[in-house]
């Protein structure tokens, strides 16, 4: 086409049409302009109201049903309804029941996805919890020597991205002192992890030209240390954990290291984790992680209300830094899923978003587009 044009701008009747043929050729390519940036970069598109729902097809398994105003509903759902719009979900690599393993992330990714949902991807790079003091390698890569280590990084990786292909991928949880240990262990080996990271980084990159990466540290102390020693990584998303019981129960404090953070590494921050009590009471015999007063903020009760309005203020936090993009209640599924007397249940169901009940609690108001 472009040929074409050519040849009849070189014809003895340029100059009758030129100012037509000006005209047409620009709406040509201000309308192919238009059709290749009809999605905007997601950063610039999407304030994310997320919801770690990673036991639900356990919790699901075992007969378990969720409601909405009494009435049986679908979590993702009941989720989607409220205006959550992404959903995270952790990776383990081969754990010993198979829950949060491949097979069954790949399925409930399907699903949210199906659902219109985005999937945040944590890939834990390790078999079980990985997080500030525990970063365990696979069993099956613990005799690797570390380029053959390197090389299952990239491949693992690239198989999660062919398999999966997440929205967001976060590169290893609650990476506070690196993943993959000792290789890994980013006070010792500094130079080992960034390799690490660049390792999945790069598999990420080239299997998606829009799937974001995201580097995750627990907490608000100490990240600076963390987030310097990354600076030179490929990563789109700085991720923070904030829980009051223990990161301190300032949300000025929160907002200034989104900002401070944010503005350094010319980097948008969400805050990967938080969680609020809406009572201090129990529903099954597993020790809670809280239950006091002196473990949360005085403004915002262990109530109903209490939850809902320390959620929104998390929400306005980000919402009001000059480097916010979203949040993610986590734990938001985890109600005391094997009944009252069960020892092996849930330490978190007074943290959930669904009550004793297994019913939506108001703070599912808080992920509105408002």
Known sequence: MKTKIYEKLKTRFFKKYKNLLLVLISFGLFSCSSDNNTTP????????????MSYLPLIESEGTVYKRNNVAENAITTLKNAGCNAIRIRLWKNPADAHSGFAEVKTFAQRVKQAGLKVWLTVHYSDTWADPGSQTKPLAWQSLNFETLKTSVTEYTNEIMTEINPDIIQIGNETNDGMLWPEGKLSTN???????????????????????????????????????????????????????????KSLTDLQNKINTLGQLYNKKVIV??????????????????????????????????????????????????????????????????RGPTSPNGSPWENQALWDFTNNALPVMDVFNEQ
């Open 41 to 52: 970069p997601i950063e610039e598109a999407v304030f994310f109201r997320a919801a770690d």
């Open 190 to 248: 500094e130079s080992q992890y960034l390799q690490l990271v660049t390792a999945a980084t790069t598999a990420v990159r080239s299997k998606s030209s829009t799937t974001k990466i995201m580097l995750h540290y627990a907490g608000i102390s100490g990240s600076d240390w963390y987030f310097s020693k990354v600076a030179t990584m490929d990563y789109d998303y700085i991720g923070l954990s904030y829980y009051p019981i223990w990161h301190g």
């Open 272 to 337: 990967a984790e938080t969680a609020y009590p809406f009572t201090h009471g129990w529903n099954d015999y597993t020790n809670n992680i809280i239950g006091l007063d002196s473990q949360i903020i005085s403004t915002y009760p262990a109530s109903n209300d209490g939850q809902k309005q320390f959620l929104s203020a998390i929400k306005n936090t980000v919402k009001q830094s000059t480097h916010g993009i979203g949040f993610c209640y986590w734990g938001s599924e985890w109600i005391a899923f």
